[in-house]
C-alpha cells in the first residue's frame, strides 16, 4: 500500500481522537474499562501531541471529501462540544422513530434519505444541508438534494 506503520499509527490515533469527539457530543457513555470504555480513552502520547496527529489527515487523498463544520457551537472544559440542549436529543429521537415506522412499510430510498435530512435540519438547526454521492470511479461528489437558502 506505500504506507508505513507510523502512518498508520497516527491515523489510527487521529480516528480515534475523533471517535471520543464524536462520543461526548453524542452523550454516549459506557462503563469505564470495558472494551468500549478503552476505545472512547484517549491514548497516552496522543493528548500532548494532538495538533501534530490532527494535522496528518491533510496529507490524505481523500481529506478533501471530509466533513468539517461551518459553524462553531460553545466548548466545554474538556475543549469537546457542549450540546445540552434536550430539545435536540428528543428531536432526534423522534425523527428516528419516525424513520424506523417509514422503513417498516413500503418505502422509497429518496423518502428516507429526504426524511434524515428534513429531521437533522430541524434538530440541530442547520444553515444548509446537501445530501451527495460519491463516484469512486471519477472520485467527484454529486449532490442529490439538499436543505436550506440557496440550495
Not at 471529501?65 to 436529543?89: F, K, S, W
Not at 429521537?93 to 419516525?98: N, S, V
Not at 444553515?127 to 469512486?136: E, G, N, R
Amino acid at each position: 500500500m506505500g504506507v508505513g506503520s507510523k502512518d498508520v499509527q497516527a491515523a489510527t490515533a487521529v480516528a480515534r481522537l475523533k471517535l471520543v469527539e464524536l462520543a461526548t457530543a453524542m452523550e454516549i457513555r459506557v462503563k469505564q474499562g470495558s472494551p468500549a470504555g478503552r476505545l472512547l480513552t484517549i491514548p497516552d502520547g496522543v493528548q500532548g501531541n494532538a495538533s501534530a496527529v490532527q494535522a496528518l489527515p491533510s496529507q490524505c487523498e481523500m481529506a478533501a471529501l471530509e466533513l468539517h463544520a461551518t459553524h462553531t457551537a460553545p466548548l466545554n472544559a474538556m475543549g469537546h462540544v457542549a450540546v445540552n440542549d434536550p430539545r435536540v436529543t428528543e428531536t432526534l429521537t423522534a425523527g428516528i422513530q419516525d424513520i424506523t415506522n417509514a422503513m417498516v412499510e413500503d418505502y422509497k430510498l429518496n423518502d428516507v434519505l429526504r426524511m434524515i435530512l428534513e429531521i437533522m435540519n430541524q434538530a440541530m438547526q442547520f444553515h444548509h444541508i446537501i445530501f451527495c454521492m460519491c463516484d469512486a470511479k471519477t472520485e467527484t461528489m454529486t449532490g442529490r438534494f439538499g436543505l436550506g437558502n440557496e440550495v
